[in-house]
């Protein structure tokens, strides 16, 4: 059974960085495309943020670009989201999903404060 685990979140001022890790276990193949999400306090759906093919093919969500890079290391079955100027608008919790096993990760906290 695969599972996903996110870490990585926290608190920081705006401005400032953090990277999240999505971790797979229980896979023995590729992860194929993998994408984060992020639902942000008192929205009911998950906004696309970023997601990531097989091949390394990239798509952000136009209010990351340019601030938030994804990337993978298929040896370790590991997606990474490396997040810059991070601003207050950027709260949320940021989840990472398998488009090849349609599963969630439990989410991490990511707050950024003014």
């Known amino acids: 059974q695969v599972q996903l685990v996110e870490s990585g979140g926290g608190l920081v001022q705006a401005g400032g960085s953090l990277r999240l890790s999505c971790a797979a276990s229980?896979?023995?193949?590729?992860?194929?495309?993998m994408g984060w999400f992020r639902q942000a306090p008192g929205k009911k759906q998950r906004e696309p943020v970023a997601s990531i093919t097989s091949t390394g093919t990239t798509n952000y969500v136009e209010s990351v670009k340019g601030r938030f890079t994804i990337s993978r290391d298929n040896t370790k079955s590991t997606v990474y989201l490396q997040m810059n100027s991070l601003k207050p608008e950027d709260t949320a919790v940021y989840y990472c999903?398998?488009?090849?096993?349609?599963?969630w990760g439990q989410g991490t906290q990511v707050t950024v404060s003014s």
């Open positions: 999903y398998s488009y090849r096993y349609i599963i």
């Open positions: 229980g896979s023995d193949d590729s992860l194929s495309a």
